[in-house]
């Protein structure tokens, strides 16, 4: 200000009344600027939502024909990511989700089962902290509704790891309509009482969030604006298909056109809404898909009614999104709420068909079956494999990050990125540090990278390597070159992913120095993060 002094007014190039008006002018601004500054500097919610077994493509906004307009509204103001990846299978990716780190390095190298090695001990460690951790200890409000399975004994529980309050599954397992089958609901450390006429998982876990966020209100801490964290982890549209009546109506009859129909359908839906480039065509034919025309009409009936159970389970869990939505808006607190939402991994080609040992018809609570590997090909378009293995099928997910306040238009961002950039993303939204140490333990360094920078159109730290491992399938990844095997295969493939997604052309044989470099890389990683040879605890 001393420096505009001398120019304007003591080199006589201004009148003194003209500087004063411009100092008043400018002394106004300096006092937006601070009080934008200081808006700025309100922690946000965060409201984490993730969907299991959902795959690439079944949301609108992904190119599918679901009805999901609560989900495409945030996508259409919101930050979509095309090349983001999970772990593959449900437990690695919430322990990867929720730890910034690579599922073994905090315990969780396969799923819940103990199978006697620290990187496979099946819950959290004490070397790693959650996200929950975290804001929690730096003044957040923490819940979480719906799926934990990262842990079934009572100190391995989301409330022994950072959550104030919890309702859901604590040991994992899925439920619709009965929730006793599958494992009790847990209300903080207490059996909830089910009514099983009524009940429907989806919609209580969608009915519990809004519950959280409203108590969480009501309660704050002499009316302070505390923020919250609530983690919303559903269990649709995993199998079992079971959906309401009227939601299945929705789509009974529509997916008689066949799996190849709305495979093609979707790809160019997809390829409109720059999800995928205009380049790209469908993976090679997947020998798990069955020839639609070759069904009889009964089969075909029974197919459509399968994925139009599917449909309805996603159809459900957007419904009650939209819940949630409207209930941030009454609060008037949409505003300054982030949204983040993912799948854990791609559609599953379980097929558990033989399984429908209940009596009942596909869809209601006394039906148990999947929706088979031909409509969850559909699911994954335009992708090869499925969950559990590590091929763009089994770990893309469609990423959606809304913030009114950071994003106005939609941003469509091509970059990689990786489940494990969940936990630095709420961090830096949060303005909280990661520790060193939590509870006298030593905690891992973090392996995320932030995805703030996306929501501010600056650049973002990039990975420079990501690696994959379940059950032996394997993968790496550097830049454009992807390096993937199955289980128990010796033969690695060696993809460019800028030209080849779909992972249809190998080129092993023209890149040996490439494949020489990340199976070092690869090799490394393996040895730093505990990973061990598939089968190891049979040995």
């Given amino acids: 200000m001393e420096y505009f002094y001398h120019l304007v007014y003591k080199e006589k190039k201004l009148f003194k009344t003209e500087y004063l008006m411009i100092l008043c002018v400018l002394s106004f601004y300096g006092c937006q600027q601070k009080a934008s500054i200081e808006a700025e500097d309100i922690r946000p919610n965060i409201i984490l939502i993730m969907a299991d077994d959902m795959g690439y493509s079944d949301l609108g906004a992904f190119g599918g024909e679901i009805n999901t307009p609560n989900l495409d509204k945030l996508a259409a103001d919101g930050l979509l990511m095309t090349q983001f990846y999970n772990s593959s299978r449900c437990c690695p990716s919430r322990a990867a989700l929720l730890t910034g780190l690579y599922q073994h390095e905090a315990g969780v190298g396969n799923m819940t089962g103990n199978m006697g090695h620290p990187s496979y001990q099946g819950f959290l460690n004490e070397q790693c902290v959650t996200i929950g951790e975290v804001l929690q200890t730096s003044g957040y409000r923490t819940m979480i509704s719906g799926k934990w399975h990262l842990g079934g004994a009572p100190e391995q529980r989301p409330n022994n790891r950072g959550f104030d309050r919890f309702f859901g599954i604590a040991k994992g397992g899925v439920v619709y309509f009965n929730p006793i089958k599958s494992g009790s609901i847990v209300l903080d450390s207490a059996i909830v009482p089910t009514d099983t006429s009524s009940f429907y998982s989806t919609d209580a876990f969608n009915d519990y969030a809004v519950s959280f966020i409203k108590e969480h209100m009501e309660n704050r801490e002499n009316k302070s604006r505390q923020p919250f964290f609530l983690y919303l982890a559903h269990v649709a549209p995993h199998f079992p298909l079971q959906a309401k009546a009227e939601d299945i109506a929705k789509y009974r009859g529509k997916y008689k056109e066949g799996f190849d129909v709305y495979r093609n359908r979707r790809l160019e839906k997809m390829k409109e809404l720059q999800i995928i480039p205009s380049s790209i065509s469908l993976s090679s034919p997947d020998d798990k898909v069955l020839d639609w025309n070759s069904l009889s009409e009964a089969e075909k009936d029974t197919f459509d009614l399968r994925m139009a159970t599917y449909a309805a389970q996603v159809d459900c869990m957007d419904q009650g999104i939209g819940e949630i939505l409207q209930s941030l808006e009454e609060l008037n607190i949409n505003e300054e709420t982030v949204i983040i939402f993912l799948s854990d991994n791609g559609a599953t080609s379980e097929n558990v068909s033989s399984k429908e040992i209940y009596g009942g018809p596909i869809g209601s609570s006394q039906s148990y079956t999947s929706y088979t590997p031909s409509w969850a090909n559909v699911s994954n378009t335009p992708f090869k494999m499925y969950k559990h293995w590590v091929?763009?099928?089994?770990?893309?997910?469609?990423?959606?990050?809304?913030?009114?306040?950071?994003?106005q238009k939609q941003q469509i961002n091509h970059e990689m990125g990786h489940i494990m950039d969940i936990m630095p993303t709420c961090l830096d939204l949060a303005q909280t540090?990661?520790?060193?140490?939590?509870?006298?333990?030593?905690i891992r360094p973090m392996r995320g990278l932030s995805l703030l920078p996306l929501l501010t159109n600056k650049e973002k730290e990039p990975h420079e390597w990501l690696f994959w491992e379940h059950q032996g399938n394997s993968a790496v990844r550097k830049g454009d070159w992807k390096l993937v095997k199955k289980q128990n295969d010796e033969n690695w493939a060696l993809y460019n992913i800028a030209n080849d997604r779909t992972e249809d052309m190998d080129l092993t044989h023209n890149q040996p120095d490439m494949v020489k470099e990340m199976l070092v890389a690869y090799q490394n990683w393996e040895k730093e993060v505990g990973v061990m040879p598939w089968g190891f605890d049979k040995k």
């Fill in 391 to 407: 091929h763009e099928g089994g770990i893309s997910t469609p990423l959606i990050i809304n913030y009114p306040k950071l994003i």
């Fill in 433 to 442: 540090d990661y520790p060193e140490t939590y509870k006298g333990n030593k």
